[in-house]
């Protein structure tokens, strides 16, 4: 079973902190991903990476920087929290190419507030 | 630009009875059309998926329909159970990139 793993579930930040969501997947899937869910909204793309060292801005990368210096981890970076950032952030992983790359596979979540 | 609509922000049937969560998207150029599941503190979980050269695809009791000239998709449950309540999501993915658009969501409950 691919297991994604985030290193948080829960986490209370201020506003102005940095902060730093971890994300590590046992598959070896060149593709990771963020989301962020909120009522109403539904996932909406944060950033993804198809290769290490590789990113991609997705729907809504403002405010946000990811990271990733090996296949199996993901990191997304808030430079300077704001309480708009309060969600939940899911991290996600998929094989790469059409076969089995339309299927992804998520962390449980971490639900960040920023007070 | 929301590519993905879900239009029903919530569902509730009654066990034993059909379930039909419906999904619309605007952009033709998409191959694969998906269906999550998320129970609460939880991941979503990948349910069903139906490439965009067949108009159907059934697992068991969850089929999913797919109508292009309407750019339109369905989940049908049947029967539905008590476990069946989640979340539901559905998703596109086109070839040329791998970033994967999702709907809001409609909360499905299904009552004993």
């Known amino acids: 079973d691919v297991k994604v793993t985030q290193s948080s579930r829960y986490l209370v930040k201020r506003t102005g902190e940095k902060v730093f969501l971890e994300c590590v997947q046992d598959?070896?899937?060149?593709?990771m991903f963020w989301y962020r869910q909120d009522p109403g909204l539904g996932l909406r793309l944060i950033y993804f990476?198809?290769?290490?060292?590789?990113?991609e801005k997705g729907d809504i990368p403002e405010g946000y920087s990811v990271s990733r210096e090996k296949k199996e981890r993901f990191s997304l970076i808030l430079e300077s929290a704001s309480t708009n950032q309060t969600s939940m952030y899911l991290c996600?992983?998929?094989?790469?190419?059409?076969?089995?790359?339309?299927?992804?596979?998520f962390g449980s979540g971490t639900q960040l507030s920023v007070l | 630009d929301q590519q993905v609509k879900q239009n029903s922000p919530s569902l509730s049937v009654q066990e034993g009875r059909i379930s039909i969560l419906n999904c619309d998207y605007t952009?033709?150029?998409?191959?694969?059309f998906l269906w999550y599941k998320k129970y609460p503190a939880e991941g979503p979980t990948f349910l069903i998926s139906?490439?965009?050269?067949?108009d159907k695809n059934e697992d068991g009791r969850f089929t999913v329909f797919l109508n292009k000239s309407a750019k339109h998709l369905s989940l049908h449950i049947v029967p539905s159970q008590p476990g069946d309540s989640a979340v539901y999501f559905c998703?596109?993915?086109?070839?040329?990139?791998?970033?994967?658009?999702f709907g809001a969501g409609t909360r499905l409950t299904v009552k004993p």
């Open positions: 990476s198809y290769d290490v060292k590789m990113k």
């Open positions: 598959m070896d899937h060149e593709n």
């Open positions: 998703a596109v993915f086109p070839y040329n990139n791998n970033d994967m658009r």
């Open positions: 996600a992983s998929s094989l790469s190419g059409q076969v089995g790359g339309e299927k992804l596979f």
């Open positions: 139906i490439s965009s050269i067949k």
């Open positions: 952009n033709s150029m998409f191959d694969y």
